[in-house]
């Protein structure tokens, strides 16, 4: 978090107007046994969670595989130059590379547990920061992207990426709210710490609260 981004800024910085329909969710009694929690848990899901999304196609061909003829490059005395005798050297253009990354599979395993207090450690954060906002989503019953916008993106107290998550994912919520410019749509079933901690703000329902409750509370 850099000097910019204190929590006495960022919590200033979010204050939402008295007109809005967003609701700042604070004191959420089951996400306070969370605040205690060792960080170091956040970090170790998270880590996974990035790693999991890794394609581990990078790869690089030996010497072995460059094709080349295999003719010394000149002859071993008196030319003056250091002895050469491979075009497919590390150490020449167009050679092989030298411990160079292989295919691989960087997946890691993430405990379900581990999984559950990283997703309570963020949201305290968040909450204990000002970030967290409660909402009906009725005005999005119409489907209409401009609703949507009016609801989550025109106040101006929130800044950055916004994550919604809403209980009843119908088609119409979905497609209100799929168009718009850094607004991150997840369900509260697949939400996760890494979700969370990519964007600056979270908006939810009363139906993805009780949700992720019974996640946490498992």
Same mark, same amino acid.
């Given at each position: 978090?850099?000097?910019?981004?204190?929590?006495?800024?960022?919590?200033?910085?979010?204050?939402?107007?008295?007109?809005?329909?967003?609701? =700042?969710?604070?004191?959420?009694?089951?996400?306070?046994?969370?605040?205690?929690?060792?960080?170091?848990?956040?970090?170790?899901?998270?880590?996974?969670?990035?790693?999991?999304?890794?394609?581990?196609? &990078?790869?690089?061909?030996?010497? &072995?595989?460059?094709?080349?003829?295999?003719k010394k490059p000149y002859k071993q005395k008196k030319t003056g130059n250091a002895r050469r005798g491979s075009f497919v050297s590390p150490i020449c253009v167009?050679?092989?590379?030298?411990?160079? @990354?292989? @295919?691989?599979?960087?997946?890691?395993?993430?405990?379900?547990?581990?999984?559950?207090? &990283?997703?309570?450690?963020?949201?305290?954060?968040?909450?204990?920061?000002?970030?967290?906002?409660?909402?009906?989503? &009725?005005?999005?019953?119409?489907?209409?992207?401009?609703?949507?916008?009016?609801?989550?993106?025109?106040?101006?107290?929130?800044?950055?990426?916004?994550? =919604?998550?809403?209980?009843?994912?119908?088609?119409?919520?979905?497609?209100?709210?799929?168009?718009?410019?850094?607004?991150?749509?997840? @369900?509260?079933?697949?939400?996760?710490?890494?979700?969370?901690?990519q964007s600056r703000a979270l908006v939810l329902n009363n139906e993805a609260l009780d949700i992720i409750q019974k996640r946490l509370s498992v």
């Amino acid at each position: 978090m850099s000097d910019k981004e204190t929590p006495q800024n960022l919590e200033s910085s979010h204050k939402v107007p008295s007109s809005s329909s967003l609701n =700042v969710l604070k004191d959420v009694s089951w996400l306070v046994p969370f605040e205690s929690r060792n960080t170091g848990t956040l970090w170790q899901v998270v880590k996974a969670y990035l790693a999991n999304k890794r394609q581990g196609t &990078a790869c690089t061909k030996t010497r &072995a595989q460059v094709r080349s003829t295999g003719k010394k490059p000149y002859k071993q005395k008196k030319t003056g130059n250091a002895r050469r005798g491979s075009f497919v050297s590390p150490i020449c253009v167009g050679g092989g590379v030298a411990h160079g @990354p292989k @295919p691989r599979d960087h997946r890691q395993a993430i405990l379900p547990k581990m999984a559950k207090v &990283a997703l309570g450690i963020i949201l305290s954060k968040r909450m204990n920061l000002g970030l967290v906002y409660e909402t009906s989503f &009725a005005s999005l019953q119409t489907g209409r992207t401009k609703d949507a916008f009016s609801l989550i993106r025109e106040p101006e107290s929130i800044k950055g990426k916004i994550l =919604v998550s809403i209980g009843d994912m119908s088609p119409t919520y979905v497609n209100a709210i799929k168009n718009l410019d850094n607004v991150m749509l997840v @369900p509260p079933q697949q939400l996760n710490a890494l979700h969370v901690i990519q964007s600056r703000a979270l908006v939810l329902n009363n139906e993805a609260l009780d949700i992720i409750q019974k996640r946490l509370s498992v």
